[in-house]
């Protein structure tokens, strides 16, 4: 009788693949899709700056969220722990809102 796990949970499961050193990053404004292939290490700063410039918008005047939080210029990928083909959502910054009486 021959004693292998193979039934064991793991056995036959390869290894996490390894982490690729650049990542897929979709950037929405609800209107527009832009893709970027970045690396791990690189600030978003780069990717918000081409996202804007792409789209004709100010940096100042875009807010980048991911999963709901907001994003920093000086984050990166590996920062967030982002994962190939995430997303990075972009509202319009809203200034004011108080209301004249």
């Known amino acids: 009788m021959s004693d292998h796990h193979s039934n064991s949970p ?8 390894q982490q690729t050193e650049h990542l897929n990053i979709k950037v929405t404004d609800n209107n527009n899709e832009v893709f970027f ?11 918000m700056d081409a996202f804007c410039e792409r789209q004709g918008k100010s940096p100042q ?12 210029p ?24 108080a209301d004249a009486w």
């Open 37 to 47: 292939k970045i690396k791990r290490t690189t600030q978003l700063k780069k990717l």
């Open 10 to 17: 793991g056995a036959e499961k390869p290894q996490e693949p």
């Open 74 to 97: 000086t984050d990166n990928p590996e920062s967030l722990e982002m994962q190939d083909g995430d997303t990075l959502e972009v509202h319009q910054e809203q200034i004011g809102g």
């Open 61 to 72: 005047s875009c807010r980048f969220l991911f999963d709901g939080t907001r994003v920093n």
